[in-house]
């Protein structure tokens, strides 16, 4: 079965350091992969996603995220964390030809000052 | 450059009462989604529709309709409102395969 586990429900980091979000998938191929981020009362944003080609990948606002294969796992990475980055953040993958994408459960993030 | 509208933003109902949940889009999306987002359980999918005129289920349909008789709208009706429909939900489209999701703001329903 098709499926996108976050492992880690919250997590907490302090302001200017680094983070990274953890994302495994079970699909039976490489899927397109996705992170989105959700801050309070807010829908969901694209953050950056992967298709094919290079497995790092850079998104909006600082935000980076690396495909390995061999693990199965979409992490996404920031060097240096600001207040303004506490949200909830979901991965998801689109397996091939589909049209609806598989959500994780979403991290939520928490900034300490 | 609207993208996707949801309205209401809030919504209080009590239990037993129907009502609608809009979503509009204004990208000539032909796909569009219905989600409940509820604490520890992320998004799941309640209904979809891969263009006018073709609606599906998804994983959680019991209580909802749906109906899709433009490109631009696609709402969701709850029948008889219960508890346990008290949720966030999302209404999300996209250009089809291969392609990430627009999500509109979200409709925050209690349930009393």
């Known amino acids: 079965a098709q499926s996108v586990t976050q492992p880690d429900i919250h997590i907490t980091v302090s302001e200017g350091a680094s983070l990274e979000l953890r994302c495994n998938y079970s699909?039976?191929?490489?899927?397109?992969l996705f992170w989105y981020v959700q801050s309070p009362g807010q829908g969901l944003q694209l953050l950056l996603k992967?298709?094919?080609?290079?497995?790092l990948v850079q998104g909006i606002k600082g935000f980076e995220a690396e495909f390995k294969r061999s693990q199965s796992s979409f992490n996404l990475r920031k060097p240096s964390v600001h207040w303004s980055d506490a949200a909830e953040y979901f991965c998801?993958?689109?397996?091939?030809?589909?049209?609806?994408?598989?959500f994780g459960r979403g991290t939520s993030l928490i900034v300490h000052p | 450059n609207a993208g996707v509208t949801q309205t209401p933003k809030f919504q209080v109902l009590k239990t037993g009462q129907s009502m609608t949940l809009q979503c509009a889009q204004d990208?000539?999306?032909?796909?569009m989604s219905w989600y409940r987002q509820d604490p520890g359980m992320g998004l799941r999918l309640i209904h979809y529709?891969?263009?006018?005129?073709?609606?599906d289920q998804g994983e959680v349909p019991n209580g909802y309709n749906v109906s899709r008789s433009t490109t631009e709208d696609f709402p969701l009706r709850l029948l008889s409102a219960a508890p346990s429909q008290t949720s966030v939900y999302f209404c999300?489209?996209?250009?089809?395969?291969?392609?990430?999701?627009?999500f509109g703001q979200g409709t925050r329903l209690t349930v009393v």
């Open positions: 990208m000539n999306h032909e796909y």
């Open positions: 999300a489209t996209s250009t089809g395969s291969y392609t990430e999701a627009f």
């Open positions: 699909y039976g191929a490489t899927p397109y």
């Open positions: 529709s891969v263009g006018a005129g073709i609606t």
């Open positions: 992967y298709f094919s080609g290079d497995t």
């Open positions: 998801a993958m689109l397996p091939g030809g589909s049209y609806i994408p598989t």
